[in-house]
């Protein structure tokens, strides 16, 4: 989706224009993928801009960092602050908010330890990842040839650059198969989750959505759905999905910052159908807390 461009990123301690944040061709996060990064989302409420769970997006970009050997040059404390101050420069009441934390100039080669450590934060206006008739009416989605990384090869818990290849491949050839998203399975075959997204379904009334085990990404919005439907006195369930049990499904839906709570309708040609009762349930239930309207779970909105 095409970045509609705001005044300023906040880069390395400062609010520069936003056609000065520029790096060199060298950069070693460039050639090596060595950087991580977080997707945040700031929503204007009943009581104005507020960011989605801020402090805990921040503390897992550090998780993220410690697990390749980075050292963020700021506390979390700041980079909150920081994520604050450039939403308020830009004037903005909703946006999109990308840190990301990389190797920047000075070294090239694999050993990266002594390569510097760049911090920016970006914000832009952005949309519904998965579109708005998506997020209303559900999208189709293929299961991927393209396994999803395993633990022993990279980190999967591990928001980080280069890994994200692995993604990409996986979206092209939905797309490219006349699907919206791709659904990726594990190193043992199981279900694990979106190239973006966690996944969930809905099975006679069941909530079900697949362990960290699977090589998922432990989502932040997925946790938040956890919550909201454990808080309904769903039934909500972490376990190993197969193929099967998602063909035969009865409510399906993809969750993440960019995707919010997206609906899934069919999947490799099997109908799921439309946007079921739970799934609607919890959607509407999430869009009213990230709006302001739930004051139990004001807790999750850091207001600007």
Same mark, same amino acid.
């Given at each position: 989706m095409?970045?509609q461009?705001?005044e300023?990123?906040?880069?390395?301690?400062?609010?520069i224009?936003?056609?000065?944040?520029?790096?060199?061709?060298l950069?070693?996060?460039?050639?090596?993928?060595?950087?991580?990064?977080?997707?945040?989302?700031?929503?204007?409420?009943?009581?104005?801009?507020?960011?989605?769970?801020?402090?805990?997006?921040?503390?897992?970009?550090?998780n993220?960092?410690?697990?390749?050997?980075?050292?963020?040059?700021?506390?979390?404390?700041?980079?909150c602050?920081?994520?604050?101050?450039?939403?308020?420069?830009?004037?903005?009441?909703?946006?999109?908010?990308?840190p990301?934390v990389?190797?920047?100039?000075?070294?090239?080669?694999?050993?990266?330890?002594?390569?510097?450590?760049?911090?920016?934060?970006?914000?832009?206006?952005? %949309? /519904?990842?998965?579109?708005e008739?998506?997020? =209303?009416?559900?999208?189709?989605?293929? &299961?991927?040839?393209?396994?999803? #990384?395993?633990?022993?090869?990279?980190?999967?818990?591990?928001?980080?650059?280069?890994?994200?290849?692995?993604?990409i491949?996986?979206?092209?050839e939905?797309?490219?198969?006349?699907?919206?998203?791709?659904i990726?399975?594990?190193?043992?075959?199981?279900?694990?989750?979106g190239?973006g997204?966690?996944?969930?379904?809905?099975?006679d009334s069941?909530?079900?959505?697949?362990?960290?085990?699977?090589?998922i990404?432990?989502?932040?919005?997925?946790?938040?759905?956890?919550?909201?439907?454990?808080d309904?006195?769903?039934?909500?369930?972490e376990?190993d999905?197969?193929?099967?049990m998602?063909?035969t499904?009865?409510?399906?839906?993809?969750? %993440? /910052?960019?995707a919010?709570?997206?609906?899934? =309708?069919?999947?490799?040609?099997?109908? &799921?159908?439309?946007p079921?009762? #739970?799934?609607?349930?919890?959607?509407e239930?999430?869009?009213?807390?990230?709006?302001?309207?739930?004051?139990?779970?004001?807790?999750?909105?850091?207001?600007?």
């Open positions: 095409p970045i461009e705001v300023k990123i906040w880069m390395d301690g400062s609010l224009d936003w056609k000065d944040a520029k790096i060199h061709v950069t070693h996060a460039l050639h090596y993928g060595s950087g991580v990064f977080e997707g945040i989302r700031c929503y204007n409420t009943i009581k104005g801009p507020a960011i989605f769970r801020l402090r805990e997006h921040i503390k897992r970009l550090f993220s960092a410690k697990m390749y050997m980075m050292k963020i040059p700021y506390s979390v404390d700041e980079l602050e920081a994520t604050k101050n450039v939403i308020s420069a830009n004037k903005l009441k909703e946006c999109y908010i990308r990301i990389f190797r920047g100039y000075g070294e090239m080669g694999l050993n990266p330890l002594n390569a510097p450590i760049n911090t920016a934060i970006a914000v832009w206006p952005w %949309g /519904t990842y998965l579109g008739e998506g997020l =209303k009416n559900g999208i189709k989605a293929k &299961i991927s040839s393209f396994q999803r #990384i395993s633990p022993n090869i990279l980190p999967p818990r591990g928001k980080a650059t280069g890994q994200y290849i692995n993604s491949l996986a979206k092209i939905a797309l490219d198969s006349g699907y919206d998203e791709a990726m399975l594990d190193f043992r075959g199981f279900i694990s989750e190239p997204e966690n996944i969930f379904i809905v099975k069941v909530l079900y959505t697949p362990p960290e085990h699977a090589s990404l432990p989502g932040i919005t997925r946790d938040s759905v956890m919550r909201i439907a454990k309904m006195e769903l039934d909500v369930r376990t999905l197969t193929r099967g998602l063909y499904c009865d409510e399906a839906f993809f969750t %993440g /910052t960019a919010e709570l997206t609906p899934i =309708k069919e999947i490799d040609g099997r109908e &799921i159908g439309r079921g009762e #739970i799934t609607k349930k919890i959607q239930k999430f869009f009213d807390i990230i709006r302001g309207k739930d004051k139990n779970y004001e807790e999750w909105l850091d207001f600007i």
